[in-house]
């Protein structure tokens, strides 16, 4: 069986710490975070673009347990989501990570500060964060309620028992 976390929530919301938090319980999954695959790609048109999340999906494909990290509003999500879910013996539990929009900015803010560069094709919302499929989405977690540690947590206590 192939078992696949499609963790997903708007740029700076906590997205990579909660993956730290969560690889500490989970060592075994393997993290595909998009924009390490833009990055190192150089995704900065369509093409590298899509190249990216042929990449991930290839990836995903290699692996018996991994992480997809990516803000959830990418159409190539949805095919690469549709195209794994067709893969026998694929599960896949998409969780949202979410947090007011002033509350990413600010975040992404600090990061700048900091010296963080986004990569390829990032954006900061202005406005609510609207994933591209509200059904699909298993679990949710507010990263201004819950620290890292404890939504790291919280997901493996909500984990069907075959995805640990």
């Known amino acids: 069986m192939r078992h696949i976390i499609n963790l997903i ?3 700076a919301v906590g997205k990579s710490t909660v993956i730290q938090a969560l690889n500490e319980q ?17 995704a900065f048109t369509p093409e590298g673009e899509s190249q ?15 992480i997809i990290e ?23 539990l998409t ?3 979410e947090a007011p929009a002033k509350v990413c900015r600010q975040r992404a803010q600090q990061r700048s500060e900091a010296g963080y560069v986004l990569p390829p094709l990032s954006f900061i919302a202005d406005k609510k964060w609207i994933p591209l499929s ?20 919280a997901i493996v206590a909500q984990l069907p028992v075959d995805f640990r």
């Open 52 to 66: 990216a999340w042929r990449e991930v999906w290839i990836a995903a494909l290699k692996a018996d347990c991994s």
């Open 26 to 42: 989970l060592p075994h999954y393997e993290v595909l975070a998009i924009d390490d695959f833009r990055r190192r790609i150089g």
């Open 134 to 153: 509200e059904m699909s989405i298993g679990l949710r977690y507010n990263a201004t309620v819950l620290s890292p540690t404890q939504v790291a947590e």
């Open 70 to 92: 990516s803000d959830g509003m990418s159409p190539h999500l949805s095919m690469l989501l549709d195209r794994l879910w067709r893969a026998p013996g694929t599960n896949i």
């Open 95 to 97: 969780i949202a990570l």
């Open 9 to 11: 929530g708007p740029t």
